[in-house]
């Protein structure tokens, strides 16, 4: 821990003083403004040619939210090391006064993205799952109530959650065609498996009820024997049956899924120690 602080120390350093792509602190609100013309930074990175399919530029909601959990998290290590705090938590404590620009009160959710070329994104996304869903939310318990609430009437299908609204009038609801139309439905509609671990963890978060919270996973099991042979897939329709689309077996998708399974599957019953004795 101690050979690492440092290095994090400074990467949040950097991140403020600003560094490539037009990542930088705005220290106007401090939260992390990302982005330019012609360059994708965040998981919805789809670009064909010099079409950037959406282009997020601003202050994204989920990035923001990771932003707001590393201050904390370096403050809560500098303790541990009892090297100075202060000045990581009085950074998170204003990216906290800050996050509730992102919540769009007539609609009940988070922006997308705050203060992007055409002012703020209300799209109706996923991403909002990441104040709810890591450790420390910098939203309300209403609003957390909210966002989970959305996420789960509108976005949540069987083997994830569609990557835009269906009342968008960008939705995209079938990832079929050449590159070009697959790759202008990728993040549009089309459902992503690895977003399952996020929501099931927020769900839980704001339900406290992990076999609740589990049952959203269960679909997955049957998905287990129908597109890779034991394994889960990246991503599928967001229309009905929600056909299994992309790679066979994903690793994003995997990895999300058990670690919320995990996370909130029932402890076993730890069996006693035998004790061995072995002769020489």
Not at 86 to 98: D, N, P, R, V, Y
Not at 137 to 160: F, I, M, N, R
């Amino acid at each position: 821990l101690k050979t690492i602080f440092p290095v994090l120390v400074e990467m949040l350093a950097w991140y403020r003083k600003g560094t490539r792509f037009g990542i930088r602190m705005d220290p106007a609100d401090h939260l992390l403004h990302a982005g330019e013309p012609g360059v994708q930074l965040t998981w919805m990175d789809a670009k064909i040619g010099d079409w950037v399919v959406t282009p997020r530029i601003g202050k994204p909601v989920e990035i923001n939210a990771l932003w707001y959990q590393a201050w904390l998290t370096l403050g809560q290590l500098a303790r541990t090391l009892k090297e100075p705090h202060e000045e990581f938590l009085q950074t998170a404590k204003a990216i906290h006064a800050s996050f509730q620009r992102f919540w769009n009160e007539p609609l009940h959710r988070c922006y997308d993205v705050l203060d992007g070329p055409h002012g703020h994104d209300p799209a109706p996304r996923p991403n909002q799952l990441f104040t709810v869903s890591l450790p420390h939310s910098p939203l309300t318990y209403k609003q957390q109530h909210a966002v989970v609430d959305y996420c789960a009437q509108h976005l949540y299908t069987s083997y994830g959650l569609r990557s835009l609204g269906q009342d968008d009038s960008q939705y995209v609801g079938q990832y079929e065609g050449d590159i070009r139309e697959r790759d202008r439905a990728y993040h549009q509609g089309t459902v992503w498996g690895w977003l399952l671990g996020p929501f099931v963890l927020a769900h839980f978060r704001v339900y406290h009820n992990p076999e609740a919270a589990l049952s959203y996973l269960a679909p997955m099991a049957h998905h287990l024997n129908d597109y890779g042979l034991g394994t889960l897939g990246e991503i599928f329709d967001g229309q009905p049956p929600f056909a299994p689309q992309g790679c066979i077996a994903q690793a994003w998708t995997v990895a999300e899924v058990l670690r919320a399974w995990h996370i909130l599957q029932p402890s076993p019953i730890k069996q006693p120690t035998k004790n061995h004795t072995h002769t020489i």
